[in-house]
C-alpha cells in the first residue's frame, strides 16, 4: 500500500486546485477519526480519504467516470476495499455504496462541504462550532446547497447518529483549520 507521503504527491501531481486538496485533507481527517471510532484501519481509510478524488481534473465534465478512474489509477496502491470506496463515493457512476467503508467515505468526504461552508461565515471560523448548528445548516437548502444531506445522513450506516458523526467531523477538521483557510480571528 502506497504511503500518506506518495499520497501527497498523487495530489500533487494530479492537477487539482488547492480548494480540492483542502477538501481531501478534510476528508482524510474524517476517515481516519471514523476509521479510529470503529475499529478499521486507520492509515487505509485515511489515505483512501485522502485521494478518493484523485481523478477528479480528469473527469470534472464526465462525473459519470468519476471514482473509476481513480480507482484504475490506484489499483495494486491500495486494498480492493479501498478502491471499491472509491468507486461508490460517486452515486453517478453506477456503483452502489454496500460496505462500511463504503458508507463511511460518502458521508465523510461530503460532510466536508457542510463544515467548511459553515466555517467560512461564522466570526469564528472552526473554533466552538458545534454540531447542533450544523443541523440547523442541513435544514436551510439554500446553505451549502451542492452539498448533499442524504450522503450525510449516511453515517446511520456506521451505527452513527447524525450529532455523533458531526461531533467527530468536527473535531477532526479542527487541528487542521488554519491548512483549509478557515481559522477566523474573533473581532475586538
Not at 500518506?4 to 485533507?25: F, K, N, P, V, W
Not at 461552508?117 to 450544523?134: D, F, H, I, N
Request: glycine share 8%.
Amino acid at each position: 500500500m502506497i504511503t500518506r507521503e506518495e499520497a501527497l504527491e498523487y495530489l500533487q501531481q494530479s492537477g487539482m486546485d488547492q480548494a480540492l486538496i483542502r477538501h481531501s485533507l478534510a476528508a482524510e481527517a474524517i476517515l481516519r477519526a471514523l476509521a479510529q471510532q470503529l475499529g478499521e484501519d486507520v492509515e487505509v481509510w485515511g489515505v483512501t480519504g485522502l485521494l478518493h478524488d484523485l481523478d477528479y481534473p480528469q473527469t470534472h465534465e464526465a462525473p459519470e467516470r468519476h471514482g473509476l478512474i481513480s480507482a484504475e489509477q490506484l489499483a495494486g496502491k491500495l486494498p480492493e476495499e479501498a478502491l471499491q470506496a472509491i468507486r461508490a463515493h460517486n452515486e453517478m457512476n453506477g456503483c452502489q455504496p454496500a460496505s462500511r467503508f463504503d458508507y463511511a467515505l460518502r458521508c465523510g468526504e461530503t460532510v466536508t462541504g457542510l463544515i467548511m461552508a459553515a466555517a467560512l461565515v461564522r466570526p469564528t471560523g472552526m473554533e466552538g462550532m458545534q454540531a447542533s448548528s450544523l443541523k440547523k445548516k442541513m435544514k436551510d437548502k439554500a446553505f451549502a446547497a451542492s452539498v448533499s444531506r442524504a450522503n450525510i445522513k449516511e453515517c446511520a450506516e456506521l451505527g452513527l447518529e447524525l450529532g455523533d458523526f458531526l461531533t467527530l467531523s468536527i473535531i477532526a477538521m479542527t487541528p487542521l483549520a488554519g491548512e483549509l483557510g478557515l481559522n477566523r480571528t474573533p473581532a475586538a
